[in-house]
């Protein structure tokens, strides 16, 4: 066969100013094949990802990339002026983040914080008993309803937290974060960690970009943004231009999904606390009630993706490469800095910090608004803050104006 086509098929990333063969290493990656084949195409910079995705396993990354074959990243076309000063400039946001994420490092907003976590669980814990205790010693139909909605809240504050369990930042070791979100989020939600981990890091890793961003492939689901859409009039159009009046079935559609894809992870990858937890969730939908499970799990399942959604699904979409910082700033915006609002959206409102530095524990994003705002203006960039009435008629003014484009293509 010819070495040209042989060398076609090496897979290399971008890591500090060299090319990294990930050819055999693709299948071994920890985190799934699909996030380290994003950074394997042309002009991918993996250099912050890497940075950003691994703080906690830095020594251990390096390890592996000294394993690797690589070879200097030099040019090796020639470039215009303007490409050269983007390249600059780009070495320049760098090495400032770069910078300023050593700062934040140094002063400790990056170290776990045990009594935080401890009252979030305790926290967290006191709803869900709290709901059990309505559901399971009462039999009156609008009692049981209200246990629904504590028992949601529990839901509701165990997701905020678990979601930090999959980006460790929660005891600061991996390993051990795993392990929890794996239990506490089988046990009480029935959802399996593994699935989650895998889906969300590839919505961090390219945020709104099109065929990356699994956010934006919520087909048959929901449309967020009209560039997204493949099949103008395919099978899925009708849904799409009634999106809104048919939320509530597509919520429960997305709920048999994440079952689905639960059940999937507990036979391929067979996690022993996994496997665990989600069988005593099972067992507490037989003691507990079937319907009173599902009305807490599609409660909770709805709020989540409302709040999720505020940050990001009303903002443009890409399919080019861009800068991590500029691609964070552009394509996430921020909800008000309020107590209230950072109880209620579990710090998810700082989502611009979060996603430039997913590992930071939520609570401490706050300390760094300042100066990720300075970074930002000294580049020219957008540092978006919304207010949460804001945030959310953008959101929902989104999904109607999407399906009247829908409409508009298809009539």
Known sequence: MDSSKLEKKRLEILYDGYYYDV???????????????????????????????HARAS???????????????????????DEKKLLTR???????F????????????????????????????????????????????????????????????????MHEGGHYSLTGNPKYDRKLQNFFWGIFFGWSGIFWR???????????????????????GFLVNIDALEDPKGKTAFIFRHQFLLSPIISVGFALYF??????????????????????????????????????????????????????????VTNKPTHWVEHGLVHTVDVEHRPWCDWWMGYLNYQIEHHLFPTMPQFRN????????????????????LSYKEASIKMIKNVLDVSKQVKTICS
């Not at 920890?30 to 940075?51: K, S, W």
């Not at 309505?134 to 809240?153: A, E, M, N, R």
């Not at 996690?271 to 069988?279: H, M, Q």
Request: positive net charge; hydrophobic residues 40%; glycine residues 6%.
């Open 259 to 316: 079952s689905w894809e639960t059940a999937r992870c507990l036979i391929k990858y067979r996690v022993p606390e996994e496997i665990f937890a989600i069988g005593m969730y099972c067992l507490g939908i037989y003691y507990v009630g079937v319907w009173p499970c599902l009305t807490s799990y599609f409660l909770t399942l709805s709020f989540f993706y409302f709040q999720i959604g505020l940050s990001h699904s009303h903002l443009p």
């Open 198 to 220: 895998r889906r969300h890091n590839l919505h961090h890793a390219m945020t709104n970009r099109l065929k990356r961003d699994v956010d934006l492939e919520l087909a048959p």
């Open 366 to 385: 706050k300390l760094a608004v300042s100066r990720v705002r300075a970074l930002a203006q000294k580049y020219g960039l957008p540092y978006e803050v």
């Open 59 to 81: 020594d251990k990354v390096n390890g592996i990339m000294k394993a690797l074959k690589r070879r200097p990243a030099t040019e090796t076309k020639e470039i215009s002026s």
């Open 98 to 161: 770069t910078k300023l994420y050593l700062e934040l490092k140094a002063e400790g907003l990056f170290e776990p914080s045990y009594s935080h976590v401890a009252y979030r669980l305790t926290e967290m814990l006191l709803f869900i008993l709290l709901g059990l205790y309505f559901l399971t010693q009462y039999s009156h139909f609008w009692i049981k309803v209200f246990g629904c909605l504590i028992f949601s809240t529990g839901q509701i504050r165990l997701t905020w937290i």
């Open 90 to 96: 780009n070495q320049s946001l760098t090495e400032d």
């Open 23 to 53: 050819t055999d290493f693709v299948r071994r990656h920890p985190g799934g094949r699909e996030i380290i084949g994003y950074f394997t195409h042309p002009n991918e910079d993996a250099t912050i990802a890497i940075q950003q995705f």
